[in-house]
């Protein structure tokens, strides 16, 4: 499959490809590094934290059925056969459905004032699972929740390359996604502590859905009056920091900086064969991502240990998947490299899974808790260094908000093929489950490494038809309308 049209193009002048060589906007305005330094902190410290906590109350809301299985929930509620894996997968079908409309919600009023209405719902939601009884009210509130949680990631991506140059985006989002990441120790600990509060008339696992339901409908209230809708907007900023802010957009990250929406425009990326390429990544990646998300606790269960342990033992595995997705992300940034970074975690995860599918638990309990750790150090960081990769490829704001939010969808839909895989019948090895990740994450390998590799012989044939020798850092954004149609385009790969 060819990706991309630029070698179906005949040689042509330069079109501002010696940007380098000129006036930049940020040279232009006399930026010193000291102030363009101080503006990353405000966004750093202001941005990041609230949207952290945000994501981390969306993953906890999102995977507490794991936990409060452990607790006996599926029991109390008289679920039978399949029921449990059905919920964890119905969740998925609104995911990946109205994950795009509303992240064009998010393009439209800004992820400042969208995603805390999202949160608001699907913290109602978590609290009424508390509340629920029966197999067809949680079947009800899974599918909302999926509703209300799908803008979350596809949203925010978009939302900090709107604030973050393109050398700065995967380590923003890691630091993002890593609330997430973490969510898995921190549903262990909460987990870990509410099972231990004993009530005759509520059972334990009620006390967690309430807990971390109404965390996040309070916090959602605190996002909504904290979160700028854009830096230009911003009254934290004086006038020369949003000139900053928006000469850092135009040199690295977008074309027109607030551009006005348009649908039509938003969806023509996907007329270029490397959108499909990063489609089928994502949907590949996200089966292993899947897997370690919803069934982490269940692995661990295998081992066979108690209850109150094997959350206790969750947390160890998803503190090391937190630290590799930050060492992965910020070294991304730093090498202004992607695909390779991709490319490491997504091998350390499928060896973790194929030790997991090779062993008996109960007689190899060291290595399969080692694989434990193998398995969140691999599948977290794919998630967002991909994500990164396109959004750097794609130097419009509709477009990017849209190609954002339809990527993540897919990347989501790989969760019904994990929930289908994962089967009461296969307790407590899920052999059959493991290799269909493993497989999954294989082929992941390969793609994104011959998209990396496509890349780099991409850029140097553009280079040689011009004769420069540029990257990416070297051209404006501004100057990238047309895309990869550009001869001055060159991959961020």
């Not at 999102?62 to 964890?88: C, E």
């Not at 020369?240 to 023509?268: C, G, P, W, Y």
């Not at 109960?362 to 694989?371: D, K, P, S």
């Not at 019948?425 to 497989?439: F, G, I, N, R």
Request: net charge neutral; hydrophobic share 45%; proline share 5%.
């Amino acid at each position: 499959m060819e990706m991309g049209s630029a070698s179906d193009q005949t040689p042509e002048a330069p079109e501002s490809i010696d940007q380098k060589f000129g006036v930049s906007r940020l040279e232009a305005l006399q930026v010193s590094p000291e102030e363009e330094a101080q503006l990353r902190r405000i966004f750093d410290w202001n941005i990041l934290p609230p949207l952290a906590f945000m994501y981390l109350c969306n993953a906890l809301d999102k995977g507490n059925v794991g936990n409060a299985k452990t607790d006996g929930w599926d029991k109390d509620i008289h679920l039978t056969g399949d029921q449990y894996y059905l919920l964890v997968m119905v969740f998925y079908v609104p995911f990946c459905l109205f994950g795009t409309p509303i992240s064009m919600f998010v393009k439209r009023f800004s992820a400042s004032r969208v995603l805390p209405l999202m949160m608001i719902g699907f913290g109602a939601m978590s609290m009424l699972a508390g509340a629920a009884t029966k197999f067809s009210e949680i079947f009800a509130i899974r599918f909302f929740l999926g509703i209300f949680e799908s803008p979350m990631l596809p949203g925010v991506v978009f939302y900090l390359s709107t604030f973050y140059k393109r050398d700065e985006l995967a380590s923003r989002v890691g630091l993002f996604y890593a609330a997430a990441s973490i969510s898995g120790a921190f549903s262990g600990l909460i987990a870990y502590g509410v099972f231990h509060i004993r009530n005759s008339r509520y059972h334990s696992w009620q006390f967690l859905f309430w807990i971390e339901g109404g965390g996040s409908v309070c916090f959602a209230v605190f996002a909504w009056f904290w979160l700028p809708k854009s830096p230009s907007t911003w009254k934290k900023l004086t006038e020369r920091q949003k000139a900053i802010a928006n000469a850092r957009m135009l040199t690295d990250s977008s074309v027109v900086v607030n551009e006005k929406l348009n649908i039509r425009d938003a969806f023509r990326p996907f007329a270029d064969p490397m959108y499909w390429m990063w489609a089928v990544i994502s949907l590949s990646f996200g089966v292993p991502l899947a897997s370690v998300n919803n069934f982490l606790p269940q692995i661990v269960a295998s081992l066979g240990y108690s209850t109150v342990r094997t959350n206790l033992l969750t947390v160890a595995p998803n503190i090391a998947g937190t630290v590799a997705l930050l060492l992965l992300t910020f070294s991304s940034d730093h090498f202004r490299e992607r695909s390779i970074h991709i490319c490491i975690a997504l091998a350390v995860g499928l060896t973790g899974f194929i030790i997991l599918g090779s062993i008996n638990p109960l007689e190899h309990r060291g290595v399969a808790y080692f694989a434990c750790f193998l398995l969140t150090s691999g599948a977290f960081a794919p998630s967002v260094l991909v994500s990164a990769w396109y959004s750097n490829n794609t130097p419009q704001e509709s477009r990017r908000a849209v190609v954002a939010a339809v990527m993540v969808a897919i990347a989501n839909s790989a969760g019904l093929i994990s929930t289908n895989v994962f089967r009461s019948q296969d307790e407590p090895k899920y052999v059959p489950a493991l290799a269909t990740s493993a497989a999954f994450g294989g082929l992941c390998l390969l793609l994104v490494a011959s998209t990396g590799i496509y890349m780099r012989v991409e850029n140097r044939r553009r280079n040689r038809i011009q004769n420069v020798d540029i990257t990416a850092a070297d051209v404006e954004t501004e100057a990238l309308a047309d895309g990869p149609k550009s001869l001055s385009f060159r991959y961020m790969y």
